[in-house]
């Protein structure tokens, strides 16, 4: 059974690239850059909560992503960073369609970076405020 659960090793294509959970969400990254980072999801049934919404975890998930591609976008190639904290505000519901987030990251000092990033509907209204804060472990 360990085989399944892990540890896991695989090598991803490029630093600014959806790792397998991302790629399992039909995540795609529009652009990273400078900070900013743009992503987009398409709603699939497998994202459904039981009444037929877009479940919130789906787009947490897309949030933190783009958040994690601005970041990246700014820091060394395999810097090992991750997620400390994060807020979500979830403003309206998602029935259809592709979602877009679009992420901003900047540097606190140290080793912190604080992220923002705002996810849209289809008809570009804001389903989701979210916010995270982050922690660099290790430069390679």
Same mark, same amino acid.
């Given at each position: ?88 505000? %979830? ?28 996810? %849209? ?12 804060? %982050? ?6």
């Amino acid at each position: 059974m360990t085989e399944l659960t892990g540890p896991h090793r695989f090598q991803m294509d490029d630093w600014l690239s959806c790792a397998p959970f991302e790629q399992l969400l039909h995540m795609q990254i529009i652009e990273a850059s400078e900070g900013n980072a743009t992503l987009e999801m398409p709603f699939l049934l497998e994202f459904a909560q039981g009444s037929g919404l877009m479940h919130g975890g789906a787009l947490v998930s897309l949030a933190d992503t783009a958040v994690v591609m601005a970041i990246k976008s700014m820091i060394p190639a395999r810097t090992h960073f991750v997620t400390v904290s994060l807020a979500t505000d %979830f403003l309206r519901a998602v029935k259809q369609g592709v979602v877009t987030a679009r992420a901003k990251a900047t540097h606190q000092g140290g080793d912190k970076w604080m992220g923002e990033a705002s996810v %849209f509907d289809e008809e570009g209204r804001v389903v989701v405020e979210f916010s995270s804060l %982050f922690r660099v472990l290790e430069v390679l």
